[in-house]
């Protein structure tokens, strides 16, 4: 055997030593760098109570508690988790980790900014200035393979940290849903939601969002929030305390073979335009019927659902190029994205501070009269209040209230419009009993709370 071969194989496990050595000392950097801006999140309030298990929700409405991570986006104390963590909540408090020149953690009160069910974000808002920030990754450039760091307050343990790799970068998980997420094998648990995914750089690059298990434990099935698509959402809850989303005016379908065939036509895939809004953006853009979209800013388009996960990347006002096959030659259309049309969303581009506010519960609300009740079709009665949105400046009072419920009565006492609903809101005293009667959406129930 050669003197240097056996040399080698002497060295090698100094070597690997080595290197895992450099690999734990970037890790133990990368935790005490990025710990400080993660939170746990304490959320107590009414809702409907589990009954029988995790999966089956019972109709009552009763006291819950939930607990999850945050983490910190904006030195001024913005925080993004999970709108799971403080849903149907009365109170929420955050702990924040300890700062230079403290030691431990102080648990403060924490104001919901806003909430988007889509993406199962929210934005919290602390009295706290000059914290650490995590600064915003670039998800689009993710690869599979690549290591991932999760931190958060899994079953209530602070300041865990767990390592792994990105199972996908891409995860889609049901066809008709435009919504995908970052994948990865990191150890999430019940109490990770809301808390942040790093790479090894320390940029934020995902939002812990849920597990798929069976055992109710992690089985190496996490989802988190690209990051690009969170800082979307955290900008619009800033701004306005809600999304609005965009759309083109326009139906679509996957192109195949078999339709190219029948319809005579070389394109055999891509997204063919089955039908144009009147009067929406991609008529006014000049995209027709049988047009086939191949590509959306310069990314190909393959079909349908890929059209749908991009445009749901886009908000009001922006402008989106498409690339279109029509009668079998290419060109470009550049179409404007207008607001989506949905009830309470166009509810709330309609209200004012000065004209809607419930200041008492720092909610915008408006009559259900003849107007509103063509936005929200099928309401059960023809009077009431509906909430068009959370006034996002306001610290008030926290109920189970939501954007695009009706109140028909407060204490069995009925609603009829929006004067009664204030002075009803002006007559509670800490310690007194609330009860909502509420239509949300298309049933009714009881909300219950106590006026703190």
Same mark, same amino acid.
């Given at each position: 055997m050669k003197p240097l071969f056996l040399l080698s194989?002497?060295?090698?496990?100094?070597? /690997?030593?080595t290197e895992l050595r450099g690999l734990s000392a970037g890790l133990e950097t990368l935790?005490?760098?990025?710990? +400080? @801006?993660?939170?746990?999140?304490?959320?107590?309030?009414?809702?409907?109570l589990q009954d029988g298990g995790p999966t089956?929700?019972?109709?009552?409405?009763?006291?819950?508690?939930?607990?999850?991570?945050?983490?910190?986006v904006d030195p001024n104390g913005y925080i993004l988790t999970n709108a799971h963590v403080v849903a149907n909540t009365q109170r929420v408090r955050v702990s924040i980790p300890e700062q230079a020149g403290q030691r431990g953690s102080a648990w403060v009160d924490a104001k919901i900014v806003g909430q988007d069910e889509e993406t199962d974000l929210a934005l919290l808002k602390v009295e706290r200035t000059g914290l650490p920030a995590l600064? /915003?990754?670039? @998800?689009?450039? %993710?690869?599979?393979?690549? &290591?991932?760091?999760?931190?958060?307050?899994? &079953?209530? %343990?602070?300041?865990? &940290?767990? &390592?792994?790799? %990105? @199972?996908s970068a891409q995860r889609q998980l049901r066809e008709e849903d435009p919504m995908t997420y970052l994948q990865t094998d990191a150890t999430i648990n019940p109490g990770n939601s809301g808390g942040p995914l790093v790479d090894l750089d320390g940029r934020l690059i995902g939002i812990n969002t849920f597990i798929m298990t069976q055992s109710g434990g992690s089985e190496g099935l996490g989802f988190a929030i690209p990051s690009n698509m969170a800082a979307g959402i955290y900008e619009q809850l800033k701004a306005n305390g809600r999304v609005q989303r965009g759309e083109i005016g326009a139906s679509l379908q996957n192109m195949t073979p078999v339709l190219a065939a029948g319809l005579d036509m070389r394109q055999s895939w891509g997204a063919i335009v089955t039908d144009v809004t009147e009067k929406g953006a991609a008529a006014a853009a000049g995209l027709q019927p049988k047009d086939i979209i191949v590509a959306l800013d310069g990314k190909p388009v393959e079909n349908a659902t890929q059209f749908a996960m991009g445009i749901f990347r886009h908000r009001a006002g922006e402008t989106v190029k498409l690339g279109v096959v029509r009668n079998g030659k290419p060109l470009e259309i550049q179409s404007a994205v207008l607001p989506k049309v949905d009830g309470p969303g166009q509810l709330a581009k309609k209200v004012s501070a000065e004209q809607n506010l419930v200041s008492q519960i720092g909610l915008l609300c408006v009559d259900v009269d003849e107007t509103t009740m063509q936005m929200l079709p099928g309401l059960?009665? +023809? /009077?009431?209040?509906?909430?068009?949105?959370?006034?996002?400046?306001?610290?008030?009072?926290?109920?189970?209230?939501?954007?695009?419920?009706v109140v028909y009565a407060i204490n069995g006492k009925l609603i009829p419009d929006l004067t009664a609903f204030r002075a009803a809101m002006t007559s509670f005293k800490p310690g007194d009993p609330v009860v909502f009667e509420v239509e949300r959406p298309g049933k009714v129930a009881l909300l219950e709370f106590e006026w703190e």
């Open positions: 194989l002497l060295l090698a496990p100094m070597a /690997f030593g935790s005490v760098t990025v710990s +400080p @801006s993660v939170v746990e999140v304490a959320a107590s309030g009414y809702g409907p089956k929700v019972s109709a009552v409405v009763g006291r819950h508690r939930s607990t999850g991570s945050g983490v910190i600064a /915003f990754g670039n @998800s689009e450039v %993710l690869k599979q393979g690549q &290591m991932v760091v999760a931190l958060g307050s899994p &079953m209530g %343990l602070k300041n865990s &940290m767990t &390592m792994g790799v %990105l @199972s059960r009665r +023809p /009077f009431g209040v509906i909430v068009a949105a959370r006034a996002p400046s306001v610290s008030s009072q926290q109920t189970p209230l939501q954007q695009g419920d």
